[in-house]
């Protein structure tokens, strides 16, 4: 995502960002946005503003190959409507990219940056990182154990230095999942997670 010379705004984005790790906003965490942007007096056009970002840097890499498929489409689709933006916010976003991407681009270069990757805050996992499985998943939670363990993670309980939280959903009422909410840990679904750490 995104970042500024203005510690309030990215601030704001970084709270904004782990909040959409799963794509989805819950109801504790459009609080803490409201709180974060009320504290950091930041006006409500202010944060579409930065929303609006946002999505453009989405939509860069959803066009890091030249083209937007119908998959990347309709996560973007989903991601204006979750940020409260309007689908001509997005087609903005689109036409801003390519215009850049047009105007960027050397004679012959088809405007393609490999090394253009989306970056999450708190999200990016290193071996040794502790991550919980909670509340009733679809996966049994010793496969997903097994699965973190493999890939270097250490499951267990939640601590302060917990990584992330995967549980039914964001709004689970799980008492781990009421915890990692208290200390600010991020609560992913077991599909996010598995996106996280392919197939």
Known sequence: MPRTVDARVDSYLKTLERALLDGVLAEHEKNE?????????????AVLELHAGDLEAMAEVAL?????TDQERANLDEMAAVLGLRRID??????????????????????????L?????????????????????ARERTAWEGL???????????????KLVVASGPNSQSGKAA???SCGIPIITEQAFARMVGP
């Open 179 to 181: 915890k990692a909410r």
């Open 33 to 45: 946005l409201v709180d974060v942007a009320a504290a950091l007096g930041l006006s409500r056009g």
């Open 64 to 68: 890091d190959d030249g083209i937007v």
């Open 148 to 162: 973190a363990c493999s890939l270097g993670y250490v499951p267990g309980g939640v601590t302060k230095t917990t």
């Open 117 to 137: 990757r989306l970056g999450t805050a708190g999200a990016a996992l290193q071996p040794g990182d502790r991550i919980v499985f909670t509340g009733v998943i």
């Open 90 to 115: 997005l087609e903005r976003a689109l036409a801003n990219v390519t215009a850049r991407r047009a105007d960027a681009a050397p004679a012959g270069d088809d405007g393609h940056t490999a090394d």
